[in-house]
Antibody, heavy 126, light 109 residues
């Protein structure tokens, strides 16, 4: 069964850090672009970051550039999101996502996501 | 910032049809045929239900159909069922910084 399982969310103070992990199974991880997508409470879906199959290309939404770092370990079939200098507006459910088709223009990516994780909750207290 | 606008809500009775629109103001959207639709039940993982405007992934009922004309894409849910009550998001390249539309909550009356 194709599956993505996120972990690492929690409650953190403003300015703090968290590292999200996403463990994949049931598919060949290293042939896919991967994404992180988030949903703030009461808001819609927002693309956060994309990473290429070999980790050589990375893209971020402007609001997290310089604070978040996406990475992957193809040997461990895992995706990560290191989040530093967290702000109240980063409070959201964070989803790990497999990208079926990727299109990035001017630093923004428009992925077609065919597999989603269940999400992990990040709460930043002020 | 999403460049794709959806109505905040839509509703229909069981067995009826409901159509959700997704409108982009950029000409980029008009010429782009990678439009996807996602169904999201709160607390669960979103699910891809339409890709490349009209295609359905394996396992998605044919009650779900997509179309596009000019700068507006549409998702139609025919034969509404209780389990179709969810949030629906379109997604595409439309020049904005967020590929997802603003979202539509579908209520089954």
């Amino acid at each position: 069964e194709v599956q993505l399982v996120e972990s690492g969310g929690g409650l953190v103070q403003r300015g703090g850090s968290l590292r999200l992990s996403c463990e994949s199974s049931g598919f060949t991880f290293n042939i896919y672009w991967m994404s992180w997508v988030r949903q703030a409470p009461g808001k819609g879906l927002e693309w956060v970051a994309n990473i290429k199959q070999d980790g050589s290309d990375k893209y971020y939404v402007d609001s997290v550039k310089g604070r978040f770092t996406v990475s992957r370990d193809n040997g461990e079939n895992s995706l990560y999101l290191q989040m530093n200098s967290l702000r109240a507006e980063d409070t959201a459910e964070y989803y790990c996502a497999r990208v079926a088709h990727n299109h990035c223009i001017n630093g923004v990516c428009y992925p077609i996501v065919d597999v989603w994780g269940q999400g992990t909750t990040v709460t930043v207290s002020s | 910032q999403s460049a794709l606008t959806q109505p905040p809500s839509a509703s229909g009775s069981p067995g009826q049809s409901v159509t959700i629109t997704c409108t982009g103001t950029s000409s980029d959207f008009g010429g782009y045929n990678y439009v996807s639709w996602y169904q999201h039940h709160p607390g669960k993982a979103p699910k891809l239900i339409i890709y490349e405007v009209t295609k359905r992934p394996s396992g998605v009922p044919d009650r779900f159909s997509g179309s596009k004309s000019g700068n507006t894409a549409s998702l139609t849910v025919s034969g509404l069922q209780a389990e179709d009550e969810a949030d629906y998001y379109c997604s595409s390249y439309a020049g904005g910084t967020n590929p997802f539309g603003t979202g539509t909550k579908v209520t089954v009356l």
